[in-house]
């Protein structure tokens, strides 16, 4: 209904999406949609480096290291009739509880849409070295089927996932092989490494040797048919269009382009 809040406590929720934020580590703890009985899919800051021990399976390797995402609070930054957003602020502890970094994490979702925006900044960066597909801090998600097939976006194609590097900055969509077909979609913004790590896992590198960027964003959307159209709006950035319209019509609303094909991309 359009007068709930869209944030309550560590909560977000519209017309699609239910988020929580875990109280205790600032990740996303839960998203899924009003119909769904479990998470679909859950969210954390991790930092890996090459002393890990190896995993004998590789689901186990979603356990390598001892990192600890740590928040000192979580707290509402904005509710109102177009949007809610928690942001949570923390730190990034290594396997021996010192700290590697400091984050703010804020996650917005907007009324009447099913992509979630998180975006992340991060202060007090320890150095990175050594290879930066062992050695990292990152994003990492979780699903709860291990059987969901994995694609990523290369120049606006689909093409399935079939090794443990990924390199794609447009998407990576996770998605069941059931008749239901539901899906997870990443929008990474630009971010071209990830690394699945285990079936239920994946990496999405934000540190590594030699990189001093401190500000990233992405989007997570679910059941999206078309993973090219979900992430056009996070890379769009907003734009003045001026149109005269029919006084006779008496029309408060209409369309500035509209084509019946979803699949088709205008630009």
Same mark, same amino acid.
């Given at each position: 209904p359009l007068n709930l809040p869209l944030a309550i406590e560590n909560r977000l929720h519209n017309e699609y999406l239910e988020l929580t934020i875990n109280g205790s580590t600032g990740g996303i703890q839960s998203i899924k949609s009003h119909r769904d009985r479990t998470t679909r899919i859950s969210q954390?800051?991790?930092?890996?480096?090459?002393?890990?021990? #190896?995993?004998?399976?590789? *689901?186990? *390797?979603?356990? +390598?290291? $001892? +990192?600890?995402?740590?928040?000192?609070?979580? %707290?509402?930054t904005r509710c109102d009739q177009y949007a809610g957003v928690l942001t949570s602020t923390g730190v990034i502890l290594d396997g021996e509880?010192?700290?590697?970094?400091?984050f703010t994490q804020s996650v917005t979702l907007y009324r009447g849409a099913r992509d979630v925006i998180v975006d992340l900044q991060l202060e007090d960066v320890s150095p990175v070295s050594g290879d930066p597909w062992r050695n990292y801090i990152a994003s990492r998600i979780m699903w709860g089927d291990s059987s969901m097939n994995l694609h990523y976006g290369s120049n606006w194609l689909g093409l399935p996932v079939t090794g443990r590097y990924i390199e794609s900055g447009e998407w990576i969509d996770i998605r %069941?092989? $059931?008749?239901?077909?539901? +899906?997870?979609?990443? $929008? #990474?913004c630009g971010l071209p490494c990830h690394r699945r790590i285990a079936d239920r896992a994946l990496d999405t590198l934000l540190i590594g040797s030699g990189e001093t960027s401190a500000n990233f964003r992405f989007t997570l959307c679910l059941d999206t048919s078309f993973p090219m159209k979900s992430i056009l709006g996070p890379l769009?950035? #907003?734009?003045?269009?001026?149109? %005269?319209v029919s006084s006779t019509s008496g029309s408060q609303h209409g369309w500035f382009l509209h084509t019946s094909a979803e699949n088709v991309l205008v630009s």
């Open positions: 954390r800051l991790v930092h890996c480096c090459s002393e890990d021990p #190896p995993a004998a399976d590789d *689901d186990l *390797d979603i356990y +390598s290291g $001892s +990192s600890q995402m740590k928040a000192d609070c979580v %707290e509402i509880d010192q700290p590697v970094a400091r %069941e092989v $059931s008749a239901d077909r539901r +899906s997870i979609t990443l $929008s #990474p769009t950035p #907003p734009g003045d269009c001026t149109t %005269e």
